[in-house]
């Protein structure tokens, strides 16, 4: 037989297939071609009285010609547009659970159960229930099935996964990016998407990228975002934070200078690749219809993503990762971590991870330059006792109050020094005005002017590292520091104090 023609014309020809009963009397209608068992015993079984006519004209959708050839998701939305504002009140409450659950995986039953548990939601009322009803209201949520708009729609699943997100997981990872989806795809306002994790790698990257126009805390915080070894949990890190963040950003930066010189691609290539462009699934694992076009064509998400629609489909063009997930900045940072400890003897050591000789020397030589600097700054540092400011105040006022004298007094004192120093001049004595007995006094004349410090000590049945002490802590209030240092056992006046000292002591 050539075609489908020939087998036709040989059947009718056939006097006694023409002349059957069977073939001149049946009656055929459009069937679906198959029928799941649950929807046979749905067609035998007939409603009680009680059943919402709303609700059996929703069922006697599924039959018709049209959603015999149309998707699940097209049957979806016809059905949850023509039940959106349907209300029920079923006492009874049935268990359901299915795979990308739509009105027609139920039951009558399990149907009316879940309209009455909707209604609930749409009052407020957050009631336990299974799993694959929540994930229908989502479905008709992202479909605005039932909300006035796409912000409405977005509130109510963002409310809904955070009364049921935290004791369902599962629900919790597939709303969450749905949620985000819905922006892009209705055109919501970009600041929502600040609640996923997007912007929070993408920020991380963006500071990457340009290092020299952020500060090293928020190289540091970049740093962490995309590192998959947690620094800040380090118990090195909890005792030499400051340290350990600048090593960390100083190595990053010269290890990216290294790579810029040396390498084919940059540090932050290697990291974090390049910005590539993949297919995005709008509203992955959902039942969506995707009949209904989207508003938008091209969403700029932040400076190193966007979204783009070409031809139906969704495109992303971006950098791949997550936040809290890169293992080579993760790599990074535990060298860090293992190496500052060496060079710290820290009490508990971390084993060093896989990491080139490059990158292990740049660590170590960081470290150095870090200890080196601490070291510097530790020999230079002054310490002030703020709580002996009051003495020093008080010592400043007396030592004022000697200077500024009347100028007929000062004219007569200087006539009475002279008349003494006529009459006697080898028995003229300096007066001590400082808090320094005799003997101390004259041990920092000796001290000042080049003479016999140890005789000085001597002659009052003292040591001259005593005498320091002594001396050091009784003008410690009026300069607020030591004034005497030992080179080995020679003691020597700080040279930034000595023209004050001898404006203070006379040979």
Avoid at 43 to 71: F, G, H, N
Avoid at 387 to 401: N, P, Q, V
Wanted: net charge negative; charged share 30%.
């Amino acid at each position: 037989m050539k075609n489908i023609d020939d087998l036709i014309e040989l059947i009718m020809g056939d006097p006694k297939l023409r002349e059957s009963k069977t073939l001149g009397e049946k009656v055929y209608r459009d069937e679906p071609i198959l029928k799941r068992a649950s929807q046979l015993v749905r067609d035998i079984v007939p409603p009680k009285d009680d059943t919402p006519a709303q609700l059996m004209e929703m069922r006697r959708m599924v039959y018709s010609p049209e959603a015999q050839w149309r998707s699940r998701e097209w049957l979806f939305g016809k059905q949850g547009s023509f039940m959106a504002d349907f209300e029920d009140d079923f006492e009874k409450e049935v268990p359901f659970e299915h795979y990308f659950p739509t009105y027609n995986d139920m039951t009558l039953e399990q149907q009316r159960t879940y309209f009455t548990w909707r209604t609930c939601i749409r009052r407020g009322e957050y009631r336990d229930i299974s799993l694959s009803y929540i994930f229908v209201y989502i479905y008709e949520l992202i479909n605005l099935i039932g909300v006035k708009n796409p912000r409405e729609g977005y509130d109510r699943l963002k409310t809904l996964l955070e009364h049921y997100g935290e004791i369902q997981p599962k629900l919790k990872r597939f709303a969450s990016a749905w949620l985000d989806d819905m922006v892009i795809y209705y055109g919501l306002d970009i600041v929502l998407l600040k609640n996923s994790g997007i912007f929070e790698f993408d920020d991380a990257l963006c500071v990457l990228l340009d290092t020299d126009s952020h500060t090293d805390d928020e190289v540091f915080s970049a740093l962490c975002v995309m590192s998959s070894y947690n620094a800040e949990k380090s118990a090195f890190y909890k005792a030499y934070p400051e340290d350990f963040r600048a090593v960390a950003v100083r190595s990053y930066k010269v290890f990216s200078d290294y790579y810029g010189a040396h390498r084919k691609k940059t540090l932050f290539e290697k990291f974090f690749g390049k910005s590539t462009i993949s297919v995005h699934q709008m509203f992955n694992s959902a039942v969506f219809c995707y009949y209904r076009s989207s508003p938008q064509n091209s969403v700029v998400i932040d400076d190193v993503r966007r979204c783009f629609c070409r031809g139906g489909e969704w495109f992303t063009e971006g950098y791949a990762g997550k936040p809290y997930g890169n293992k080579e900045v993760g790599q990074f940072l535990r060298a860090v971590d293992s190496l500052m400890r060496r060079k710290y003897d820290f009490k508990k050591q971390l084993q060093t991870t896989d990491i080139t000789k490059q990158l292990s020397k740049i660590i170590t030589e960081q470290t150095d330059i870090l200890l080196e600097e601490k070291k510097r700054a530790e020999a230079m540092r002054v310490d002030i006792d703020l709580s002996k400011l009051g003495s020093i105040r008080r010592a400043a006022d007396i030592t004022r109050e000697k200077l500024i004298v009347d100028e007929e007094d000062f004219e007569e004192e200087i006539l009475s020094q002279s008349d003494v120093q006529e009459e006697s001049p080898d028995e003229s004595v300096q007066e001590n005005t400082t808090p320094l007995d005799n003997g101390e006094y004259a041990f920092m004349q000796a001290l000042l002017y080049g003479g016999d410090y140890q005789s000085a000590a001597k002659n009052v049945g003292s040591m001259p590292s005593v005498m320091a002490d002594s001396i050091n802590e009784k003008l410690y209030d009026i300069f607020a520091d030591t004034v005497i240092e030992f080179d080995g056992d020679t003691p020597a006046v700080i040279e930034d104090y000595e023209e004050e000292l001898k404006g203070m002591i006379l040979p």
